[in-house]
């Protein structure tokens, strides 16, 4: 890329966003940094230095090199904010065969996503439907361009999700999020209905008995079949509800083909 410059100790930056490229020159077993310079510049280094304290990315561990949590790979320009929409709608209706207000709500949560910490409390973007819905694909589909995506995945414990979101500060995707064990639900609805707001936390005893406290404010895709029981957090989703459909756009793949996941890391790498 042209932003990119001899790896190395940059100044006093304006902001780092921490960037992963498997495919890149750098050392593959470390994140690296993009870092916006007082001057207007972006360079990419492997530390930054903020308030007078130098700051070192994390190695990569089996949950990045997993895809469990994705990064986008350099900056890359994106033109107008305009025109950065018109390829966000775009990628949005080459994978799925959803309404006009469903692409545009995906297309704004998604974009609110990458600027979350600038607000002290946020909606949940819920996607809605029965099986053969195709949910699964939509809540993908949507958080693939959103910040710093961490797939939860499904049959996913309370204590994973909030170590998760405590590590990563992303977008958390929880799949088939309807939770049949009591228990298990009642522990995630608390989970989410303490990560909306700024500050959020979930606490936690140790082995030794000492107090963790896990951060678990940021922006969250949900899939599920049914609404929430529970009314404080069913007040704070934005719902796409899905319809089974008699057919299907016919230019929609069946399956997901390769050039998704590199369209999907081009427009991170835009946002």
């Keep these: 890329s042209h932003l990119r410059d001899a790896i190395g100790f940059v100044g006093e930056s304006e902001m780092a966003e921490s960037i992963y490229d498997r495919d ?3 050392d593959d077993q470390t994140l690296l940094y993009a870092v916006s310079l007082p001057s207007g510049e972006i360079a990419i280094a492997d530390s930054a230095l903020h308030n007078n304290c130098k700051l070192m990315p994390p190695r990569v561990n089996k949950t990045i090199q997993d895809e469990v949590v994705l990064f986008p790979s350099c900056p890359e320009e994106y033109g107008t904010e305009e025109e950065l929409d018109a ?6 209706r080459r994978y799925l065969d959803v309404p006009r207000f469903g692409e545009s709500l995906i297309l704004h949560y998604a974009k609110m996503t990458w600027v979350y910490d600038r607000f002290n409390a946020l909606p949940y973007f819920r996607v809605l439907g029965d099986s053969g819905t195709a949910k699964t694909r939509t809540g993908e589909v949507a958080s693939r361009i959103c910040y710093r995506p961490i797939f939860g995945g499904v049959a996913t ?3 994973v999700l909030f170590r998760l979101a405590d590590r990563y500060q992303g977008t958390l995707f929880a799949d088939e999020a309807d939770y049949s064990r009591s228990d298990l639900t009642a522990t995630i609805t608390q989970v989410l209905n303490a990560g909306y707001k700024r500050g959020g936390t979930v606490a936690r005893c140790d082995a030794d008995n000492e107090v963790e406290v896990f951060r678990v404010f ?5 899939v599920t079949r049914k609404r929430f029981s529970d009314v404080a957090l069913e007040s704070r989703c934005l719902t796409l509800e899905l319809v089974e459909k008699a057919t299907i756009r016919s230019d929609i793949s069946f399956h997901l083909p390769d050039a998704f996941y590199a369209e999907a890391l081009h427009l991170r790498n835009r946002l």
């Design 24 to 26: 890149g020159d750098g």
């Design 87 to 92: 390829s966000m709608r775009a990628y949005i």
């Design 157 to 159: 414990t309370a204590a």
């Design 218 to 222: 940021g922006p969250k895709i949900l």
